[in-house]
């Protein structure tokens, strides 16, 4: 059984830099696709960023040019660097993977931005 368990959230000012975590067991990360998604309060949760098999990404444009996604797959991780923070990017993040049916979600990690 595959378990997520996302971290590195926190309360932090407009402009301000965040890096996520998501730990990743039960599979070996280097077979598949990830992706960090997003959920506001009264919102779907939504796709900000894809990895590929092949280190390839991409982003929605939303964070476009401020969020980095990357991965290690020797410790089974799989990061989100959050730069330029703004106050819609408060959400609770997740990860993913992107292929076929998505694994049980993890907890999430809150992310906060204040003005």
């Known amino acids: 059984q595959v378990q997520l368990v996302e971290s590195g959230g926190g309360l932090v000012q407009a402009g301000g830099s965040l890096r996520l975590s998501c730990a990743v067991s039960?599979?070996?990360?280097?077979?598949?696709?990830m992706g960090w998604f997003r959920q506001a309060p009264g919102m779907q949760r939504l796709s900000v960023a894809s990895?590929?098999?092949?280190?390839?990404?991409d982003y929605s444009d939303s964070v476009k040019g401020r969020f980095t996604i990357s991965r290690d797959n020797a410790k089974n991780t799989v990061y989100l660097q959050m730069n330029s923070l703004k106050p819609e990017d408060t959400a609770v993040y997740y990860c993913?993977?992107?292929?076929?049916?998505?694994?049980?979600w993890g907890q999430g990690t809150q992310v906060t931005v204040s003005s």
């Open positions: 993913n993977q992107l292929g076929g049916l998505r694994w049980d």
């Open positions: 990895i590929m098999r092949d280190d390839s990404t």
């Open positions: 039960g599979r070996g990360l280097e077979y598949y696709a």
